[in-house]
C-alpha cells in the first residue's frame, strides 16, 4: 500500500491532543478512503498525544476484496498501545463509513516506524529539529 501523505494542514488545540496533517481536509462524502483518513486524524496515540496520521504510523488505506483495509503500525513493536490503538482506529472508520464496509486494520511493522515518518509539524510539536 501506499506511503504516508504529506501534511497540509496544522491545528493547534489548547490543552487537548493536536491533529495535524491530510486528516483535517475535508474529505469527500462518497468516497470511503478519503472518510478513513479523515477518522484517523482523530485517533490519538495516548502517549504522544497527536493523531496517528501525523505520526505517520498510517500506511495506506484501500478497498479490498469489499473490505475498507487499514495498514499501520506503531512506534515500536511492544508498544503499550498495541492493543488499543488499532482498536480505536477500526472504531472510528467504521463510524465514519457508517457500516458500509466491514473495516480491517491490520498491524504491520515493515517498514519499521522511524521519526521520519511524521509530517513537520508533529516532529516540530515533539522538539525533533525541522529538516532540511
Given at each position: 500500500m501506499a506511503g504516508h501523505l504529506p501534511a497540509d494542514v496544522s491545528e493547534e488545540r489548547s490543552g487537548r491532543p493536536v491533529?495535524?496533517?491530510?486528516?483535517r481536509t475535508r474529505p469527500d462524502a462518497e468516497d470511503p478512503v478519503g472518510r478513513a483518513w479523515a477518522a484517523l486524524g482523530d485517533v490519538y496515540d495516548?502517549?504522544?498525544c497527536l493523531d496517528v496520521v501525523s505520526l505517520g504510523l498510517v500506511y495506506g488505506i484501500a478497498a479490498v476484496d469489499g473490505a475498507l483495509v487499514v495498514e499501520m503500525t506503531l512506534t515500536t513493536p511492544g508498544c503499550p498501545a498495541a492493543e488499543s490503538?488499532?482498536?480505536?482506529?477500526?472504531?472510528?472508520?467504521?463510524?465514519?463509513l457508517g457500516g458500509s464496509l466491514p473495516v480491517?486494520?491490520?498491524?504491520?511493522?515493515?517498514?519499521?516506524w522511524s521519526p521520519a515518518m511524521m509530517c513537520e509539524e508533529a516532529a516540530a510539536?515533539?522538539?525533533?529539529?525541522?529538516?532540511r
Open positions: 491533529s495535524i496533517g491530510p486528516a495516548p502517549e504522544l490503538l488499532p482498536e480505536l482506529a477500526a472504531e472510528a472508520v467504521e463510524a465514519a480491517e486494520v491490520r498491524l504491520v511493522f515493515d517498514p519499521p510539536a515533539l522538539g525533533f529539529p525541522a529538516r
